[in-house]
C-alpha cells in the first residue's frame, strides 16, 4: 500500500506538501497537479477520518528548545510568546534537554494534541521531524540549521566566531583558544569555522590544543577552561562559543586570579551573570529575541496558508568590545 512518502518521492515534493493539498490548504496549481497525478499512479486514498482531525487545530503552537535555564533561549521564547500572543495564540513551552527521545516525545504530543504548528532548536543532527511534517502542520526550526526543507531564523555563526577573535587580537592578544558546545551541533561547530578563519587571516598557526568542544553549559567552560590553563603553554585569551561556556571560563580564570584583561575573554551571546564589569570582557550580542519573533511570525504565515518555497533567515550578532586596556 502506497504511503505519503511514496506520493511525496514520485511528486518531487515533500510529505508536508503533500499532506496540505490533501488538507485543503493553500497550495499552488502545479503543486496539486503533481501530487494527485502521483496519488493516482500509487492507487494512493488519504485516510479521510485523519484528514479531518487534522484540520482541527487548536490556536496552541508548541515551542521546543534544547535548555530552558539557559537565558539565551530564555529570551528567544520572550520573543515567540509576545507575536503568538498578539495573534491570539498560546505558547507550550518544551524543554528537551538536547535529548532526541525527549523531543520526539514532545512532537508526538503536538500532533495528538491538534497543535497549529511547532519551532524548534533541534537537540540533534538526527532529529526525526518526518511525523510532525507528515501531518501537514507548519514548523519552523531556529537557531539550528536542520537537513529538512522547512523555514528557519539563524545566527550568522561563522560570522561571530570571526569577529570574537579578531577583537581579541586587536587588543594585543596572540594565542587564542576556543570554547565550543558539542562540534555534532551547527553553532559549535561554524563558530568554530570562524575562529579559525581569523587566525589565519592573522598568520597564526591553528593549534588543535587550542579548539575544545564541551557541553554549552557553565561546567563546559569550566572543565575546559581549565585543561587550557594546564597546558605547557596555556592561552592568553579564548574566545568562548555561548554566553554559559564564558560564565564558567570566567570562573576559572578568576578563582586562578587571572580575569580579564590579564586573560583576554570574548564571548559569543552575552554574560547573563558574572562579577565582573561589562567593561572587561568583549561580547558578539546575538539577537535571540528577535529571532523568536521572527520565527513565531515566519509560523502565522504558514498556518495562514503561505505556500512559498521554504526560506531561511540569517541574523548578525552586534559586537561590543572591551574597553578596560590590557
Not at 587588543?171 to 561554524?190: F, K, L, N, Q, V
Not at 579564548?238 to 586562578?256: F, K, M
Request: charged share 20%; with cysteine; hydrophobic share 45%.
Amino acid at each position: 500500500m502506497a504511503t505519503i512518502y511514496d506520493v511525496a518521492e514520485l511528486a518531487g515534493v515533500s510529505p508536508a506538501t503533500v499532506s496540505r493539498v490533501f488538507n485543503g490548504t493553500n497550495v499552488s496549481p502545479e503543486k496539486i497537479a503533481a501530487v494527485r497525478a502521483a496519488a493516482e499512479k500509487l492507487d494512493f486514498t488519504p485516510n479521510r477520518a485523519a484528514r479531518t482531525l487534522r484540520r482541527q487545530s487548536s490556536e496552541v503552537i508548541a515551542l521546543v528548545i534544547p535548555d530552558i535555564e539557559n537565558p539565551y533561549f530564555t529570551e528567544m521564547a520572550r520573543g515567540v510568546e509576545d507575536v503568538a500572543s498578539e495573534a491570539g495564540y498560546s505558547v507550550v513551552l518544551c524543554n528537551s534537554d538536547a535529548q532526541v527521545d525527549k523531543e520526539s516525545t514532545y512532537l508526538r504530543i503536538a500532533i495528538a494534541e491538534n497543535m497549529s504548528g511547532v519551532i524548534i532548536a533541534t537537540a540533534s543532527e538526527t532529529s526525526d521531524l518526518d511525523p510532525i511534517l507528515a501531518t501537514g502542520r507548519p514548523l519552523v526550526a531556529v537557531d539550528r540549521g536542520t537537513s529538512y526543507d522547512v523555514d528557519g531564523v539563524v545566527m550568522s555563526n561563522r560570522a561571530a566566531g570571526t569577529a570574537a577573535a579578531q577583537e581579541l587580537f586587536r587588543a594585543g592578544y596572540r594565542r587564542i583558544a576556543y570554547i565550543g558546545g558539542p562540534s555534532h551541533i551547527d553553532t559549535a561547530a561554524e563558530r568554530a569555522a570562524g575562529w579559525q578563519e581569523a587566525l589565519t587571516a592573522a598568520g597564526r598557526a591553528i593549534d588543535p590544543e587550542l579548539q575544545r568542544f564541551s557541553t554549552f553549559g557553565v561546567e563546559g567552560g569550566r572543565e575546559v577552561m581549565a585543561e587550557l590553563l594546564a597546558l605547557p603553554e596555556p592561552p592568553d585569551a579564548v574566545v568562548a562559543g555561548n554566553n554559559l561556556i564564558g560564565v564558567g571560563a570566567i570562573q576559572v580564570l578568576t578563582e586562578h586570579g587571572l580575569t580579564p584583561p590579564a586573560v583576554g575573554v570574548a564571548v559569543i551571546g552575552s554574560l547573563p551573570f558574572t562579577t565582573l564589569s561589562p567593561n572587561a570582557v568583549t561580547v558578539v550580542r546575538l539577537p535571540a529575541r528577535h529571532m523568536g519573533v521572527t520565527a513565531a511570525r515566519m509560523l502565522l504565515e504558514r498556518i495562514r496558508g503561505d505556500d512559498q518555497p521554504a526560506r531561511t533567515v540569517v541574523l548578525r550578532g552586534a559586537l561590543q568590545s572591551a574597553s578596560i586596556p590590557r
